[in-house]
């Protein structure tokens, strides 16, 4: 039996089909712009942050106190690796737990102070990080590939 192969180009068959070509897949190219991303990230944001760290921080100066589990949900993160994050945060000062006003049984997790002077200060940072990975776009393109990843998502 014969098996036919095509040359994928981005997720779509290409007019010479024949190979596979692994440089030319999406989830491979994704991966690497998100090792590159990655990189600008880490060697640029202050206090040592991670991206999920600085992700929660992010959210929560953004929608102010919530449980745990649904600030996991808000940055897509499963119950384990944001408790992992929220604990790491707590250590370090930025996060608080509070009663949660909307249920009593549970706790709700939100910036202190110093959290908030943190975050603000990365977000300025983050929007520096965003600008250096997408420099090699144009306006156009940066606008394109924005909504190109959230129509993905």
Known sequence: MRREKLKVVA????????????????????????????SIFMSRMIEGLTQTQFAALAKLYEVGPCSQNHLG????????????????????????ALADTKDRRRRAVALTERGREVTE????????????????????ERRLAARLLKKLS
């Open 11 to 38: 997720g779509a068959e290409a007019p010479d089909a024949g190979r596979y070509v692994l440089d030319e897949q999406m989830g491979f190219l994704l991966r690497v712009a998100m090792q590159r991303h990655t």
């Open 73 to 96: 949900r808000l940055i897509f993160l499963d119950a384990a690796t944001i408790k992992g994050v929220v604990d790491r945060l707590g250590v370090r000062g930025f996060l608080t």
């Open 121 to 140: 200060q990365a977000m300025a940072v983050a929007a520096e990080i965003t600008a250096a990975t997408l420099a090699p776009l144009t306006g156009d």
